[in-house]
């Protein structure tokens, strides 16, 4: 069997066996796509889709708004500047947190640098340790580890198998000289959701800062924002733009500036303030946190349906499947296949992340899937999925169907 490449030249698909064995798959497949209106997305905690009504709000906001609103001599930029300070007023209301302040940033790892970077080096401190976790977001673990290049301590967490961190341990190793607890609400990759309550106790009886990436818990877990002294927000992963989030912090916070200039945003954030994003950033927390319950009710029956499916066709392991997790994420372990095979056959009709990193044709399980500890003897593989109110059950059996004529 052969085929002509681009050059014209044959290409011999039987001494290709990855190529040959996706050739014939697609060829298997195209009678479940045919009939399917749309490429499937699951991959909505790395993305999401824009919101036709904040799309909307935006494209006449880019149009109209285009002065500059710290311009105080015009009355256009005047007026842009109460909008911009109005947005920050219901964004630290739709939190309730009204007696927070906030920057707004590029997004969730730009507040994360600013926060870590901001509070360290500001001339006030006098504390050199930062408690974070194996686990954690690499916008938080890169910052730490450049942090410690400085000559900041950093203690790492262990984690049990779920990725749950030991509260004893964590109780242990908070001391006067600890600056601040760095720990997520929802793991990005597991969907874990840390005990927050817990641990912003155990850090503030020792007087150090919870400082949370809430980046997976806002729109999608009811949660207590009053217990972070700082937290992040990206709008991209509440179906708002891309380029937009804001850092919300307590005011009693002392914090150098990561981006200095004009002196915008109290000196803490300089740059031409982007008035149309910061609306819709509002618009998108608005929205997406007003309807926290009835989306993770939702969200959640897709899970459960997903998971119990596919645990009918494959030889799967749920990871953290026993602790407290977000409904949002499924991080799957694919037991005794051709991994490679599975990602490959899939990828053209279902949006998932691998939870591999593939350098030089080389397959490496990821850092958090690594930290988890779990038994690498047999060679098996990660994949993520992840949901969102706009997914169906239809959607998933259409997966479920995928992923069962693959294996």
Known sequence: MSKQNN?????DLYHKPMVFFTFVITCKLKPIFSNMSQYIYLDYAASTPIDPKILEQLNTSMT???????????????????????????ILKAFNTPLNDLIFTS??????????????????NTKSKIITAQTEHSAVFEVCKELESYGL?????????QGEVDLQELKEQIDTNTLAVVLMGVNNETGLIHPLEQIADLAHQKDALFICDTTQTVG???????????????????????????LVFNKKLKIAPLIHGGGQQNHLRAGTLPTPLILALEQAITLAQDHVKERNQHVSHIQIH?????????????????????????????????????????????????GSACKAKVIDTSR??????????????????????????????????QIKAII
């Open 7 to 11: 050059k014209g030249r044959q290409v």
């Open 64 to 90: 109209e708004m285009y002065a500059n609103p710290s311009n105080t001599e015009s009355l256009k930029s005047n007026n842009l500047a109460d909008q911009t300070s109005e947005a920050a007023t219901q």
């Open 107 to 124: 997004g969730a790892t730009e507040s994360i640098n600013t926060i870590l970077k901001g509070l360290y080096n500001h001339p006030s």
């Open 153 to 161: 301590e950093i203690i790492t967490l262990k984690n049990n198998r």
């Open 220 to 246: 999608k877990i009811e949660t207590n924002y009053q217990l972070f002294d700082a937290f992040t927000i990206s709008a991209h992963k509440i179906y708002g733009p891309k380029g937009i989030g804001a």
């Open 306 to 354: 997903f998971e119990t499916e596919l645990q009918k066709i494959a030889d799967i392991q749920v990871i953290a499947n026993h602790a407290n997790r977000s409904p949002y994420i499924s991080n799957i372990r694919f037991l005794h296949i051709d991994f490679e095979a599975l990602r490959l056959a899939l990828r053209p009709y279902v949006a998932f992340s691998s």
């Open 368 to 401: 958090v899937i690594k930290a988890l500890n779990l038994d690498n003897t047999s060679p098996v593989h990660n994949l993520r999925f992840s949901f969102s109110h706009l997914t169906t059950i239809n959607d998933i059996d259409k997966v479920i169907s």
